[in-house]
């Protein structure tokens, strides 16, 4: 869940105190400010998801099982990450490719690095050094630091940081994106780039259903390993984002017009209600067809749903665009990454004793469950605060003197 978007120019005024300058926000560029809300709602879900899944699958403190099982399918908020992640990477290249006609891959590097590595390594190096590693955990650390968690064994024992696996699945995709805009740039037209975008995005389903089908009969979660974490089996998600801003770039101003219609509102939001329900509810097709339904939902209908959904925030200017366009939204945003980063220690060392100890006194777990959610998100939100002032900024400060 790496905030790809440049950060903006130092948002605290020069003539502000020093004080106040070394405690503000430099917040996160705002070329697209709807996408500010829109990524706070996906943070809320993503934790909501750990919340559910620490409590009541790992740690066994009681949830009604319906209620668990309904928390459980908002598992999307992490592919819209990855596409909007798509999204703003692959608008940074071509706004590079427009203006320079190069992408200044150095620049492109080094913006990366210094706005996602500081964060991450202190996380992790805290974790590592705080916690009595297992075996498989010292033997797996290295590639920790070397982004490769997703190709790992994400069990408790094996790794430090299993939620590492999307932020490793992200700098693998950076490190392709130049040759795959490399390609694209030299490609005759729109319409020969877009065509290759979507047959590469189409790839990452015949690998997950090949994958499928070779393993059959699977359990699960073992299916779910196999597939869900892998980048070779969810690129899919990080291209359409790329797909999405190639639209917005190129024929931005002829999809709001065509927009404007009603009708034409209504056929992009239909099949991405539509979608939305598949993914709420994968027993549609029957239980025996449940697993075949995961493989399409993990990239192929979230993409499909998110396309619709963002191109219409994109290019309409309705209530919804409006609010969350509102500049809080973008104070939150900026912090996001700092709060996935933190979520599960918090979860871990605080929301796990609390809700036991809830329990234990007979609260609702109507109230408990709510409660811990509420509290993992005030307390990642300050500790994110505290990291972005302490490591975040000057990273960010040294970047723009490296990068430009």
Partial sequence: MSAAAPSAAPAAPAQLAPWRRFFALDLLDNRYPALHGLRVVAIVTVVQFHVTWILHIEQGVLFDRSFVDESLKIFFGMDLFFILSGFLIGSILLRSLQLAGTQNIRRFYLRRVFRTFPSYYVVLAVLALSTTLTVAQRRHLPWEFLYGTNFLPLHRSDVVMF???????????????????????????????????????????????????????????????????????????????????????????????????????????????????????????????????????????????????LLLLLHSDGWIHRWLSAPFWRRLATLGYGVYLVHIPLIDHVAVPAARALRDRHVPMAIVWPAMLAGVMAGSFVVAYAMHVLIEKPSLWIRERLAG
């Fill in 163 to 309: 939620w590492g696996w999307s932020l490793a699945l992200e700098e693998q995709f950076y490190l392709a994106v130049p040759l795959l805009f490399f390609v694209l740039h030299r490609m005759r037209s729109d319409r020969a780039r877009l065509t290759l975008l979507t047959a590469l995005w189409a790839t990452a389903l015949v690998v997950r259903l090949g994958i499928y089908l070779h393993g059959r009969p699977w359990d699960d979660l073992v299916l779910y390993g196999a597939i869900y974490f892998r980048t070779y089996t969810r690129f899919d998600t990080l291209v359409l984002g790329i797909i999405l801003a190639f639209l917005h770039n190129y024929h931005g101003k002829a999809i709001t017009e065509w927009l404007r219609r009603p009708l034409h509102r209504a056929a992009l939001a239909l099949p991405a209600m539509a979608c939305l329900w598949l993914l709420v509810r994968p027993d549609l097709f029957g239980p025996e067809r449940m697993q075949l339904v995961h493989v399409f939902a993990w990239g192929t209908v979230t993409s499909l749903m998110y396309l619709g959904l």
